[in-house]
């Protein structure tokens, strides 16, 4: 980009912004907010408070939910081990789930209703 368009494309960027900062100077809303801020400056001012100051005032006991997200942790349930026991084998086998290589195999030979009978209590 030549010096010459970017200097044209820095000056439209500076008029877009100029006419933007004059609707907000327009804005009914942020002049009271200017207002406020201005008027609880003076006050800070006047009694030698910090912005930290009115906050200890406004809320001295913040609770942890208020500094963290409102929204609530979710935990899981931890699983419970289940252990099967082949009664033609003998062999036991221990998971949490019912991912287990072996005791997919087993449902896979035997049947699911079959294995999950060989839950132990």
Do not use: C
């Amino acid at each position: 980009m030549s010096r010459l368009a970017e200097f044209r494309a820095a000056e439209k960027a500076l008029q877009e912004q100029l006419k933007q900062l004059e609707s907000l100077k327009n804005d009914a809303g942020l002049k009271k907010e200017i207002e406020f801020e201005e008027k609880l400056q003076g006050l800070m001012k006047t009694y030698g408070k910090s912005l930290r100051d009115i906050v200890a005032i406004l809320d001295p006991n913040p609770s942890k939910a208020s500094l963290q997200s409102s929204k609530p942790i979710k935990t899981r349930r931890a699983r419970v081990v289940k252990v099967y026991q082949n009664p033609h084998t003998g062999e036991l086998i221990e998971t949490k789930g019912g991912n287990h290589r072996g005791l997919k195999a087993w449902k896979e030979q035997y049947g699911a209703a079959t294995v999950d009978s060989w839950l132990r209590g």
